[in-house]
């Protein structure tokens, strides 16, 4: 009884943090979702995602997490498993070398990036130093997906990679002792084996992708909308709140949605997942 | 068990927020001695601010914002009582339309005599028989652009922000007001206009221009331009002549359609508690030296008739911070839009950024 007790305590700290960091903001939000400004009860807000300017912005914020999930997945996989199969002893070394970027800044990164790209910036002047045409890739939907494999790449390597770490080397060796070729044990032992580690990776880059509105902002030029740009806009520049909260809450849906359907396809196993 | 976890925490979350509300409670009582400002971000010397509260003793207590919506946010959310806030011409016009303004005592300024009567007559647009205001800067929306890659006769018309020749190379001002009112001064039309069919006309124009346009942006225009990603840009007079001073190729000019001339001024809230302190700080601030350091730190034209004579002849020679009379002569003040406007053209602002 006295454990239970201070273990409990020991958790109230938490406790707390959750209740007022999360749940009462959650309320406020819903609060503020389903009422007019002037405080009376309405639906209009959550409908509103029904115009064709924000749905348009949902559209193209699933385009750009879609694409910015599945580049992460496949230059992700091959990197795990090359790490995994490494013949070294620091495999911690290297790990490490691929969160180390992750200690600065990410507003920096994503500023660098726009030095990098801009019509006078360092990739256009390597191109014109070669001879070869310059390109225009700054303010454009490429240079927001590219900030964005870049941010959270390491998001999907480090799952897939644990995963990978927990498959047992003799099941490998027992499908070859079998006769399996390597491509055929790859795709029906090492795939399946590693779809935890996969199935979260896609999730903690799927999510903050769609909901993202810094990368657009910085490597937008304010000519990519994103739906997490037009709540931005709603809270700060049109000072709509109500809003601002009604679209928030159809965006967690969508976010809740994709989770479900991950936590569908894993349904079988409850190894790596977040959730 | 799980019952007292759930009292414990409950009772931590109102002593908590109980603590929140009594530390706001103690900044409330202040005393007669000082002075709460609100004014627009890296807008006013650090030296004259230092220097108010050694000459006058009043603490000020400097708060900064940095866009006129954010300001009429903060003022609006009510927590903090502000005694003086400078903030642009349409928006002190909103606030005075709702009553938020109390009148300037101008019998207590020794120094307003310093101040241009040109622009005191031009504030009269949002501050008629001029009662509420005092201005502080003023200047123009134009065009930034690299002689080495514009010249002068394409930047002398609008026009040449629909110019296929510049494709990714234009900068435009990612503002609804500023932005509207290009096509708007094209089409000839008012930059007031309240009129749905105008106001679709230049939105239908901005829709056509984005395909040219490099960014949307604000702050960083000066850097894009200084830079050289950029060809021309579409921007602020103070922010052209920063980017001119670290890259000697910009110029500026105010195209032959016109333009917007906007004028930030100082005035008194109706949440102001220590007006007497009001009072000295805006006359402190069009006194001549603190006046002039400003003018040296923000480069805005200064509407400070005293400046002129501690500046020499090519800073006053600069028609990016100093507009001539032939400029202003084309540039127009905004007004407040109505509720109705205002809801109309934030959604065609939203409609472009989404097309």
């Not at chain 2, 706001?24 to 971000?41: F, H, P």
Request: glycine letters at 4%; charged letters at 20%; one cysteine or more.
């Amino acid at each position: 009884m006295i454990n239970r007790f201070r273990t409990s305590f020991l958790a109230a700290p938490y406790a707390i943090w959750v209740l007022i960091c999360t749940i009462l903001p959650l309320f406020y939000i819903l609060g503020y979702a389903i009422n007019t400004s002037d405080g009376s009860f309405t639906l209009s807000n959550l409908l509103a995602i029904a115009d064709p300017i924000h749905l348009k912005s949902l559209g193209l914020s699933i385009q750009v997490a879609f694409i910015t999930t599945v580049i992460c997945l496949i230059m992700a996989y091959p990197v795990a498993l090359i790490l995994h199969n490494l013949k070294i002893t620091n495999k911690g070394f290297i790990v490490f070398l691929f969160i180390l970027p992750m200690w600065m800044n990410f507003m920096l990164r994503i500023l660098a990036w726009q030095n990098i790209l801009s019509n006078n910036g360092i990739l256009n002047g390597i191109l014109s130093a070669l001879g070869l045409p310059t390109i225009h890739i700054l303010y454009t939907k490429v240079a927001v997906i590219l900030g964005m494999v870049y941010d959270f790449l390491p998001y999907m390597i480090l799952p897939i990679y644990n995963s990978l770490s927990k498959i047992n080397d003799e099941v490998i060796e027992a499908a070859s002792d079998l006769g399996s070729s390597w491509l055929n044990t790859f795709i029906k032992i090492t795939i399946p084996l590693s779809k935890d580690g996969i199935l979260s990776g896609i999730i903690m880059v799927f999510v903050p992708a769609l909901s993202s509105f810094v990368v657009s902002n910085l490597l937008g030029g304010g000519k990519v909308l994103l739906i997490g740009n037009v709540i931005e806009q709603e809270f700060t520049l049109a000072r709509n709140w109500n809003l601002g909260s009604g679209l928030s809450i159809i965006l967690m849906l969508f976010v809740l949605a994709s989770m479900s359907i991950m936590n569908k396809v894993d349904d079988t196993e409850n190894g790596g997942m977040l959730l | 068990m799980k019952k007292k976890l759930i009292t414990f925490i409950s009772m931590t979350c109102l002593t908590l927020t109980s603590c929140f509300s009594f530390t706001a409670c103690g900044n409330d009582a202040e005393s007669a001695d000082t002075l709460v400002v609100l004014n627009y971000g890296k807008y006013i010397e650090a030296d004259v601010l230092k220097r108010f509260q050694q000459e006058t003793g009043i603490t000020v207590k400097y708060e900064e914002y940095e866009s006129v919506e954010d300001m009429y946010a903060k003022y609006k959310a009510g927590s903090i009582n502000y005694d003086v806030v400078c903030t642009s011409d349409y928006m002190v016009e909103t606030l005075r339309k709702e009553g938020e303004l109390i009148p300037i005592d101008y019998n207590s300024l020794t120094n307003y005599k310093n101040i241009d009567p040109t622009i005191i007559e031009a504030s009269e647009s949002f501050d008629p028989n001029h009662k509420y205001t005092v201005p502080y800067f003023y200047g123009t929306v134009g065009i930034l652009y690299n002689t080495e890659k514009v010249d002068e006769e394409t930047v002398s018309s609008w026009n040449c922000l629909w110019d296929p020749a510049y494709k990714n190379q234009i900068v435009m001002i990612n503002s609804q007001r500023d932005a509207f009112m290009v096509p708007l001064k094209m089409l000839g039309y008012d930059i007031n206009t309240s009129n749905t069919k105008e106001l679709d006309e230049a939105f239908d124009m901005l829709c056509d221009e984005k395909k040219y346009v490099y960014a949307y942006l604000m702050d960083e225009t000066y850097e894009c331009m200084v830079s050289e990603d950029a060809a021309m840009a579409v921007c602020y007079s103070g922010e052209a002549a920063m980017g001119m001073e670290y890259n000697d190729k910009l110029a500026y000019t105010v195209p032959k359609e016109g333009g917007n001339l906007w004028i930030d001024s100082w005035f008194v809230p109706r949440t102001c508690k220590h007006y007497d302190a009001a009072m000295k700080w805006i006359d402190f601030m069009c006194e001549e030296e603190a006046a002039t350091e400003n003018f040296e730190y923000v480069w805005y034209a200064t509407p400070n008739l005293t400046v002129a004579a501690n500046e020499d002849a090519e800073t006053l020679a600069d028609e990016t911070v100093f507009p001539t009379k032939e400029t202003l002569s084309r540039c127009d003040l905004y007004s407040a839009y109505d509720d109705k406007t205002l809801d109309y053209t934030t959604t065609l602002w939203k409609k472009l950024k989404a097309y």
